[in-house]
């Protein structure tokens, strides 16, 4: 048997089996999506069963997605749920949404409702197939004179219903084959992305990134201008003035210069070491040299409330993943610290399947953060998905905070 043959069998078979499993499928979407909108007016319980509704859509279009990519030998790109870049109570419902608003998502499911269709067909056909070889092999073994053809009731001869059935036969083993082929036709077009739309998507995606990638560069800026204005600048001006007190008084008082001039040495280390505290926080010299796990067991060293770190990586990311990665958790804890009023913090990073660095940051404070425009949860979020990551918060009132990050670990 060929391999044309035997995937034209395969297909057959597939196209019988969802000839049965469609029909079921689509009486139960239609019968939850009406439940839903029934039960809106019922305290509102309809939309747990229109959001069951949506993701189902969503599981539909994966396992179409995965089915007509191994039956065909179809390069179509494995996906991933789409999720809401929201970080408010609106995450949820959006996510939801996105399923039944996603192009990807409709296009497979109309695939599927097509596939369905020609699967009914393709029942009928076997059906006919079936009927005519066992119709043509009872009338060559049976010794009656006359027989009644399974279609239109007709009476003849043997000879005749011989031929009646391995005609029933023929049409519809070639009326299968045509429904494979239409199955071979209507696939590509439908689940393989054209190459428009893919670099339609990638143009769309590059600037999406640049556009967060400028936004946390503009949160970084506003952030180091402002510890520089706050911290480092006032402390450079006052050793200044106190040089400059100190040779006013160099001539007359030698003992109060001399202890101005200290004082000034004292503020400028000070300085050194404030201006080595941002620099650091920029890009730390431990990240490029030793690593994520290194610099991060620094910075939990530091953190001004206990951090239990749980790193488990095996080799390295790419230098953009990792100072994304050591970012988000240095402006989470940095946030716990000030703003939480967090006794204490917990930090796990692990590789997951599909090539992913995954990190989780959460304390036991008040609760209440949000992502504010220019602020430090907006910062780290812009930066995280200009990395190509994906960025979640979730912050009741009363705590906990948590903080999911995602980034591709291209090493």
Not at 317 to 332: D, I, K, L, Q
Request: charged residues 20%; glycine residues 10%.
């Amino acid at each position: 048997m060929t391999r044309r043959l035997r995937q034209s069998v395969a297909i057959a078979a597939h196209l019988a089996a969802l000839g049965l499993a469609v029909p079921i499928t689509v009486a139960l979407l239609a019968s939850t999506i009406a439940i839903g909108i029934g039960g809106l007016f019922a305290l509102g319980i309809g939309v747990l069963a229109l959001a069951l509704a949506a993701l189902a859509v969503w599981w539909i279009a994966w396992f179409e997605e995965r089915r007509v990519a191994s039956l065909l030998d179809l390069n179509i790109p494995a996906r991933t749920m789409p999720r809401s870049p929201r970080t408010n109570w609106i995450r949820i419902p959006h996510t939801v949404w996105m399923q039944v608003t996603d192009r990807t998502n409709l296009r497979s499911l109309l695939h599927f409702a097509i596939v369905g269709l020609l699967g009914m067909v393709t029942i009928g056909l076997l059906q006919v197939t079936f009927t005519g070889a066992a119709y043509a092999i009872a009338s060559t073994v049976a010794s009656s004179d006359t027989y009644t053809a399974p279609w239109f009731g007709l009476e003849t001869g043997r000879i005749t219903a011989v031929g009646i059935g391995l005609a029933g036969m023929i049409v519809g083993a070639v009326g299968v084959y045509l429904m494979t082929l239409a199955h071979r036709s209507i696939s590509p077009s439908l689940m393989v992305p054209s190459r428009e739309a893919e670099l339609t998507e990638r143009a769309e995606t590059a600037t999406q990134r640049r556009n967060e990638a400028m936004r946390a560069a503009e949160v970084e800026r506003t952030r180091i201008e402002r510890d520089l204005h706050d911290g480092v600048q006032p402390r450079l001006v006052s050793v200044g003035m106190t040089l400059g007190m100190a040779r006013s008084k160099l001539a007359s008082d030698p003992d109060a210069a001399a202890a101005l001039i200290d004082e000034a040495h004292t503020s400028t280390k000070a300085a050194i070491t404030e201006l080595r505290q941002l620099a650091r926080g920029i890009h730390p010299a431990v990240l490029s040299d030793r690593g994520l796990d290194a610099a991060l067991s620094a910075l939990a060293a530091r953190s001004h409330i206990p951090v239990h770190l749980d790193v488990r990586l095996e080799g390295r990311c790419s230098p953009e993943v990792e100072a994304a990665m050591y970012f988000a958790v240095a402006e989470s804890l940095t946030n716990a610290a000030k703003h939480s009023e967090a006794g204490s913090c917990r930090v796990t990073i692990m590789r997951r399947p599909g090539g992913n660095i995954w990190a989780r940051i959460e304390d036991d404070g008040s609760g209440g953060a949000r992502q504010i425009a220019g602020g430090g949860i907006d910062g780290v979020a812009n930066r995280v998905a200009a990395a190509g990551g994906t960025f979640s918060l979730t912050s009741p009132a009363g705590g906990p905070t948590t903080i999911e990050v995602s980034l591709p670990c291209a090493s």
